[in-house]
């Protein structure tokens, strides 16, 4: 059965790659990870994230964990990451995601 995320789930995981066109971007040295999430409602929610240590010398990964209040709209959500690296700042794909309501 396929996972879902559902409203007012805490401590769903979402991972972020860091990408320069094809290339990982090294965040290894990010002086801020970012994550900002866009609700149903066109509320906008930034949260700091942190780096995903895969114990590879270049991790392009970062992660956020939900809490109380991140999902607790049901309906499409958008999610994006950022990077602000002392080279410069860096953006990933924006995904979406869909938050289900619980019975």
Same mark, same amino acid.
């Given at each position: 059965?396929?996972?879902?995320?559902?409203?007012?789930?805490? /401590?769903?995981? +979402? %991972? %972020?790659?860091?990408?320069? !066109?094809?290339? $990982?971007?090294?965040?290894? !040295?990010?002086? *801020?990870?970012?994550?900002? +999430?866009?609700?149903?409602?066109?509320?906008?929610?930034?949260?700091?994230? $942190?780096? %995903?240590?895969? !114990?590879?010398? $270049?991790?392009?990964?970062?992660?956020?964990? *939900? &809490? *109380? /209040?991140?999902?607790?709209?049901?309906?499409?959500?958008?999610?994006? /990451?950022?990077?602000? $690296?002392?080279? !410069?700042? +860096?953006?990933?794909?924006?995904?979406? +995601?869909? &938050?289900?309501?619980? %019975?």
């Amino acid at each position: 059965m396929p996972s879902e995320i559902h409203q007012n789930d805490i /401590g769903t995981r +979402f %991972l %972020l790659t860091v990408k320069d !066109g094809s290339d $990982l971007v090294n965040i290894s !040295g990010a002086i *801020a990870l970012q994550v900002d +999430f866009r609700k149903p409602s066109d509320t906008i929610s930034n949260r700091s994230a $942190l780096r %995903l240590d895969d !114990g590879s010398s $270049l991790s392009g990964v970062m992660y956020y964990d *939900a &809490v *109380a /209040g991140d999902l607790d709209e049901v309906g499409k959500y958008k999610l994006q /990451g950022k990077v602000f $690296l002392p080279s !410069g700042t +860096f953006y990933t794909d924006i995904h979406t +995601f869909k &938050v289900h309501c619980n %019975l």
